[in-house]
């Protein structure tokens, strides 16, 4: 993300941050794989979080009335973006990291799929 072209509201975001969002919300044919986000830096900085707080900006999206709109807005763009092949893939992984069952990942359910995934690609 080009700084000049950005809000204020990200200047508080770490560079790594902006670095991996940009590599996610782009074309599909430029788009970070799954094991390429888990692989970026500022994924493997476990722990670490930006010293400033979100600005408003940001935290009035959990006064959001109707979140079912909003992750059904997400999942459409999620779905547009992809073929059938990379949105079956993204289940599985999904699935995989759901280890209760109950379609919600919990933040220890993402640091032992990350945990697991960081011990396949040393192997």
């Known amino acids: 993300m080009r700084n000049n072209a950005i809000g204020d509201e990200w200047k508080v975001v770490s560079d790594n ?10 074309p599909a044919d430029k788009r970070l794989k799954a094991a390429e986000i888990l692989d970026h830096p500022w ?7 930006d010293d400033q707080p979100l600005p408003v900006k940001f935290g009035s999206l959990k006064y959001f009335r109707n979140a ?4 059904k807005a997400a999942l459409t763009f999620i779905a547009t973006q992809c073929n059938e092949e ?13 280890t209760n069952g109950d ?4 933040l220890d359910e993402l640091k032992a799929g990350n945990t697991s995934i960081g011990k396949l690609n040393k192997a």
């Open 103 to 106: 379609g919600v990942l919990t």
């Open 68 to 71: 079912e709109k909003l992750k």
């Open 43 to 49: 994924m493997k900085e476990p722990g670490k979080t």
């Open 17 to 26: 941050a902006k670095d991996l969002i940009s590599k996610i919300l782009c």
């Open 86 to 98: 990379e949105i079956g893939e993204m289940s599985k992984i999904f699935q995989s990291l759901d």
